[in-house]
């Protein structure tokens, strides 16, 4: 599909977007500073990913370029906690995974005595952690600080087998064939700050009030005021939840049954514990916030040391309990020693919540670029169509699937191609 067809595309389903269909459940949030959010998490399990990638290192003397098409099986821990209240939103990750690798691709090395270009095969070990931490603090309802640091590592032993030509400085070309063995270290930081305006607020909460509601009370209608009242008990019940001594669901529904027949004078019902346990999605948000400050990134590799500003707005609905509409877009400006970049980012999604259990996502980023080198200045665009697919088997299995592709009208943007990611974990919280 060509890029301009698919520009036009998405240019209408943001204009969709835009505009408030009347049909529409025009969800209000009372006091979103109120909604608080506490959530830790361990997840362990086994993940397959398939990407495509390119490394490149250009200096005065020679020229490096590498393109691959990767596969990884790993197995993988993480480590997530967030809390969200009035005057914070806190999160903090940790990740680590490790496993077999192997791909297939082709580099070229050039230097002012020979050139070799080459197809090969590569097959090894990956090992990788990150860790990410962010923190909005709130000076009143709307306004805030942030600051977030990012970290990872990686380290690739690998076999690789090549198989080209060799040209040397008298343009002779011979055949090429070497099997070496090595290993290939990757890090980075990625540091920001910045200043904001609005709220983004969990409503993890309210969908399952809302789903407890039109389950176990069909008979009844009720008021976006009732449903967030229950919420707000449900959250009291779920946020003291402590991961090293785990949680009874028994234990957990007497308050909210008790509430349900003492205040919201309902006649008792028996809740399943599997609609208890279900819902535990990452955050679903509703509301509008805008972003901005400097930032720096740090890589050992090329390019080795960036820094800028961003700006970004990011804008999420809660139509119903089934439904999440999701708009983002942001602009960053990179400035680096070779060349500066200005590049920018629009992305259209929606979510599906099907009875708590499953999470389907689909949507579309757009991605313009502008390269400045000098007085020259050349325009990229990219387009990334996606969706992805989490269910829960049961309280404490779990999978997450994620498919994309990217189409680009240059490839200095980005890589073309698919990128999958398949996981199947158990999850303790």
Known sequence: MKIESLKTVFILIVLVCSIQVEGWSQFRLAKPEKTEYRKQEINWGLNFSSVKQRESLTTDSSAYYEEMTNGTINLFVNHQFRHFNAYKQEQLSFAAQAGPLWGKGSWND?????????????????GYAVADYSYRYYYNNQSYTIVRLKGWGKYDWYRQSSEGTITDSNRVVSGYSDVTKGGKWKAGIDARAGWGIGRLTATNYIMLAEYILEKYYPEKSFSQEEIQELAQVI???????????????????????????????????NIEAGDWESGEFLPRYHGNRVEFGPFFQYYNKEPDFVYGGYLQYESAKYIDRK????????????????????????????????KLKSQFDFGLKYIPGLEIA?????????????????????PKSRMDLKLAWRFVSDEKLMVPGPEISVSVYKSRY
């Open 110 to 126: 050039s230097t002012k005595i020979q050139e070799i270009d080459a197809d090969h095969r590569i097959a090894g070990l990956r």
């Open 374 to 394: 000098g007085e020259e200045v050349t325009f990229y665009n990219g387009l990334v169509p996606y969706l992805s697919w989490f269910t829960q088997f049961n």
């Open 235 to 269: 959250g009291k019940v779920k946020n003291n939840r402590e991961i090293i001594t785990g949680h009874i669901t028994e234990k957990e529904l007497v308050p909210v049954l008790a509430y349900l027949n003492q205040n919201m004078f309902l006649l008792p019902k």
């Open 323 to 354: 439904w999440n509409r999701n708009f983002s877009a942001a602009i960053n400006y990179n400035a680096y020693k070779h060349n500066d970049w200005i590049l920018g980012e629009l992305s259209v999604s929606w979510s599906n919540y099907v």
